[in-house]
């Protein structure tokens, strides 16, 4: 799969090369990869009603192939097009916050192929905002397939370098869109049953219950999941997020961690990173670390922008083990969490 010549096109939202636009659409027709950008973090991107199509996808990435692909729309058609049924309360979230960096899960037509699902009757499905997906998923006239764009595992995308990095050589064609907007992942909702979060985002818990009466929150989102647990979502069952280096979550109160973090690293034997707050980075000036702040706790939107980014320059350091605060697992905090539990292999310590 590796070796490809790929296309590395810059685009700007403000002012599409239709041109561009076209010649991605054709790869996506003819059953190739384009990398884009969305909303949220960047896709890989494929004809989802296409199975050799979204087979590539898993290559690329190195992504197990039980974990299900999510479908991008750019029109309600194509909705009715590709899943059974749109309950009510579907149709309230739909009205509500798309386009945008949500994703419902129904129970899927029989035109959409197994390989995009996972193997599942469900299908993940999004309405993307970013006007290059939109323009993009337009012109290709199918719903377009895209997990994020890059290698399985790794930090996800915010930037077009990160895919370039991963992905040059594996895939058709990249659109750099620049950094996006959000940074984080879409919320994943199952709406087949009772409206469940299997997956947190910048739509919140609260923010999806002031539009529908109650939205349940999945077990496995801070949880480790079993092994014989068939994901509804992706990346619900494997290591995500992970930087190459190992990565240890400390919570418990500020003073505690700190503590906690500087007992740590005094007894390992090796180059230590600390990733902190704006409020807590003087709790670390005499530990013999390099330490790094996500950012101020009064804007958890700006923490949540940049998680991979530093995830990805943290690695880049090349220590041998990055010590990170946990943060309140509430609103936007608990979407952070997810990821950062996921990226450090469920290894928390509790203070």
Not at 49 to 55: F, P, T, V
Not at 66 to 89: F, M
Not at 260 to 288: C, K
Request: charged share 30%; hydrophobic share 40%.
């Amino acid at each position: 799969m590796s070796g490809m010549n790929t296309e590395i096109v810059k685009v700007d939202a403000a002012n599409i090369d239709e041109t561009v636009i076209e010649k991605a659409a054709d790869i996506i027709k003819n059953g190739g990869l384009v990398a884009f950008p969305t909303e949220t973090v960047y896709g890989l991107g494929a004809n989802a009603l296409d199975a050799d199509a979204s087979k590539k996808i898993y290559e690329a990435k190195g992504r197990p192939s039980d974990n299900p692909l999510i479908a991008h729309i750019a029109s309600l058609d194509t909705l009715d097009e590709i899943v059974e049924d749109v309950s009510d309360v579907a149709k309230k979230l739909i009205d509500k916050f798309w386009p945008g960096p949500m994703t419902l899960i129904f129970n899927k037509k029989p035109n959409v192929p197994d390989s995009t699902t996972g193997g599942l009757d469900t299908l993940a499905v999004r309405f993307p905002s970013n006007k290059i997906a939109m323009e993009l998923i337009k012109s290709s006239g199918v719903p377009i397939a895209a997990p994020s764009a890059n290698t399985s595992g790794k930090p996800s995308p915010t930037k077009g370098e990160h895919v370039i990095e991963d992905l040059d050589g594996k895939v058709d064609m990249i659109l750099d869109g620049g950094e996006v907007g959000l940074g984080l992942e879409s919320t994943i909702i199952d709406v087949t049953d009772k409206p469940t979060i299997l997956r947190p985002g910048f739509i919140t818990q609260e923010m999806l219950e002031e539009v529908i009466e109650e939205v349940e929150l999945d077990k496995t989102l801070l949880a480790k999941p079993s092994e014989d647990f068939a994901p509804k979502a992706p990346g619900m069952k494997y290591r995500h997020y992970a930087p190459k280096t190992e990565l240890v979550i400390v919570k418990g109160d500020a003073k505690g961690v700190a503590e906690r973090i500087r007992e740590e690293i005094e007894n390992f034997d090796g180059e230590a990173a600390i990733i902190t707050v704006d409020e807590h980075q003087s709790l670390y000036e005499e530990v013999d670390a390099k330490v790094v702040s996500w950012g101020s706790l009064e804007n958890m939107n700006a923490i949540a922008h940049q998680i991979f980014d530093a995830l990805r320059r943290v690695d880049d350091w090349g220590v041998d083990i990055i010590y990170c605060e946990a943060f309140e697992e509430k609103d936007l905090g608990l979407a952070v969490m997810n990821r950062l539990t996921k990226a450090a292999g469920y290894q928390v310590i509790d203070v």
